[in-house]
């Protein structure tokens, strides 16, 4: 099991920045990490993701040049750089992971077994 826990959402004017933070419960060794949103009354959207073994990650286009995901293998720990926010922007976000990466690097909700219970971004 690993448990995930989200920290850094807030409330920021549209073209603010925040910073989230995910740490992991245990030491993880290839996972698959991802971010995931999901706004009221919509599906949950693929953020970004990023192998805890590579540095090459995959970002949503509606995210791209604006968002960064990166992690700290010593600290367990993954976070979400979001820049330019915009109100579009506002939803729950939620980190993810999988240790199989059965498909590669994706951003697919189901891809997913482990998640954290979400930090709530609003951008007005």
């Known amino acids: 099991q690993v448990q995930l826990v989200e920290s850094g959402g807030g409330s920021v004017q549209a073209g603010g920045s925040l910073r989230l933070s995910c740490k992991a419960s245990?030491?993880?060794?290839?996972?698959?990490l991802a971010w995931f949103r999901q706004a009221p009354g919509k599906e949950r959207e693929g953020v970004a993701a990023?192998?805890?073994?590579?540095?090459?990650?995959i970002y949503a286009d509606s995210v791209k040049g604006r968002f960064t995901i990166s992690k700290d293998n010593n600290k367990y720990t993954l976070y979400l750089q979001m820049d330019n926010l915009k109100p579009d922007d506002t939803a729950m976000y939620y980190c993810?992971?999988?240790?199989?990466?059965?498909?590669?690097?994706?951003?697919?909700?189901?891809?997913?077994?482990?998640w954290g219970q979400g930090t709530q971004v609003t951008v007005s």
């Open positions: 245990r030491t993880y060794n290839t996972y698959c």
């Open positions: 990023i192998y805890t073994e590579g540095d090459t990650p």
């Open positions: 993810a992971a999988d240790l199989a990466c059965a498909n590669g690097l994706v951003l697919i909700a189901k891809e997913y077994t482990f």
